[in-house]
């Protein structure tokens, strides 16, 4: 479990520290978009060899019980989560391993699964190969990311017509941890960019039950704000309100492209212009200046259709002569755009009519899964040379190899007939291999004999 307090401030030297929960409710806890953790999935139990021994039983043969199976690493997306802050508290997750079997044929008890909750719009990364291996977009859902440790098969399993007595018996497949990089994209319909201070907090707790930090100074919101709207026809469109960028931001400038991450998944874009900054002899200055840093961070974000709002028009003494300049320049682009004031709450319905309208139109108000979760495939049993070793590669002989017992001569023999039975054998022939040549698997070496 992570620390149940946390370091808020220091205070003549010394950390003041307050309860996590009350942190959380009172909005200290900083906005947590990345993070980086260690997982490791349980351990198998290992077989067990024994034999039946009782009074007028002198053939009991093997009962050695079966390994118990490691738990599972699962993440599984919960609303109630709303940021990557705890994992900044807690960094190695590690599930349960397996139980060893025991005699008289009792198997191991299972290790019990890891779930661990992450906010929807979560990416889960392999931070070594980068690879995606799953996209938790919905309430609810959840992704076995890493599976438990197979069992080790106790010596019962082993018995046969010529094997009567094995005296071997499988050892729990131990997993290695993986470190995975955790990515949060706000599942919203609806990005509010702009510039700092242009209102677009303002708007989003007129229009909501957000409530973002509203102050008359640049940058007032360090992170994104969500709000849900709730239209005439009982549909819920969510809000992200994306703190102010500035020209450059795609450079690292101000607060950076931090957080334009947060705007792929949306549906459309409200670009919000505060009209005392909008010069009348180039109306289109900021609004061109915005869209060059969305499309120097992606493409893509460019192409998204916006929904263009001039705000603050009841603090502007100029805006009845502003009005018919800003409206031509923005036609001449065949550019529809709104006069709102956010603070009053001025024809801000007709904004949100707006963002109704479209959505309705292309049917786009259910969130749709961007990514797929990623199908892993087992790598095919591959046998080559290299000069004077010969290798054997695969996923399922070497998680056979990973449970051999090499310190046990049976357990190495039954090994040499599971090689034969896959056709291995033949396969090393064919590439010309001699008796007391090397062959490796994994890091095991063992020289090659024939029968």
């Avoid at 469109?237 to 020209?247: Q, R, S, T, W």
């Avoid at 023999?413 to 034969?420: A, D, G, I, P, V």
């Amino acid at each position: 479990m992570p620390c149940p307090y946390i370091i808020i401030a220091t205070c003549r030297g010394r950390p003041c520290v307050c309860p996590l929960e009350r942190a959380t409710k009172y909005g200290v806890i900083m906005f947590t978009d990345e993070a980086k953790i260690n997982i490791k999935a349980g351990d198998g139990g290992s077989g067990c060899v024994s034999f039946r021994r009782e009074k007028y039983m002198p053939l009991g043969g093997p009962d050695g019980g079966n390994g118990g199976r490691g738990g599972d690493i699962i993440f599984k997306a919960d609303k109630r989560v709303n940021s990557l802050f705890g994992f900044t508290l807690k960094v190695h997750y590690k599930a349960e391993r397996g139980q060893h079997g025991k005699g008289s044929l009792k198997n191991g008890k299972d290790g019990k699964d890891l779930t661990i909750t992450v906010p929807p719009g979560t990416l889960i990364f392999n931070d070594k190969t980068g690879e995606c291996l799953a996209d938790l977009t919905e309430e609810g859902e959840e992704v076995i990311v890493e599976k438990g440790g197979r069992s080790g098969k106790g010596n019962n399993c082993f018995k046969s017509g010529l094997r009567k007595a094995p005296r071997f018996a499988e050892v729990g497949e131990v997993k290695e941890d993986i470190w995975i990089r955790l990515e949060l994209k706000l599942i919203a319909q609806i990005g509010i960019i702009g510039f700092p201070n242009a209102g677009k907090s303002t708007f989003l707790a007129a229009i909501s039950n957000a409530k973002p930090k509203i102050a008359d100074y640049p940058f007032t919101t360090i992170s994104p704000n969500l709000g849900v709207v709730k239209t005439p026809d009982n549909f819920s469109i969510v809000f992200a309100d994306i703190p102010g960028l500035i020209e450059g931001a795609h450079k690292g400038t101000g607060l950076g492209h931090k957080f334009l991450r947060h705007v792929q998944r949306t549906k459309r874009l409200i670009h919000m212009l505060d009209i005392t900054d909008i010069d009348t002899d180039v109306p289109l200055k900021n609004y061109l200046i915005m869209n060059n840093e969305l499309k120097n961070y992606k493409v893509d974000l460019a192409d998204k259709k916006q929904i263009v709002v001039i705000n603050k028009i009841d603090v502007d003494d100029e805006y009845k002569e502003k009005k018919d300049a800003i409206k031509k320049a923005f036609a001449k682009e065949k550019i529809k755009i709104f006069f709102i004031s956010a603070k009053e709450g001025k024809d801000v319905d007709k904004v949100i009519a707006e963002v109704l309208k479209q959505l309705k139109k292309e049917d786009v108000l259910k969130i749709e899964k961007t990514h797929e979760i990623a199908q892993r495939r087992e790598r095919i049993l591959n046998v080559y040379k290299n000069k004077d070793m010969y290798f054997i590669e695969g996923d399922g002989i070497e998680t056979f190899v990973k449970m051999t017992n090499w310190d046990n001569d049976e357990a190495l023999e039954y090994l040499r007939l599971t090689l034969k039975r896959m056709g291995i054998d033949k396969k090393l022939v064919k590439l010309g291999i001699k008796e007391g040549d090397k062959v490796r698997i994994l890091n095991r070496e063992f020289d090659y004999y024939g029968d």
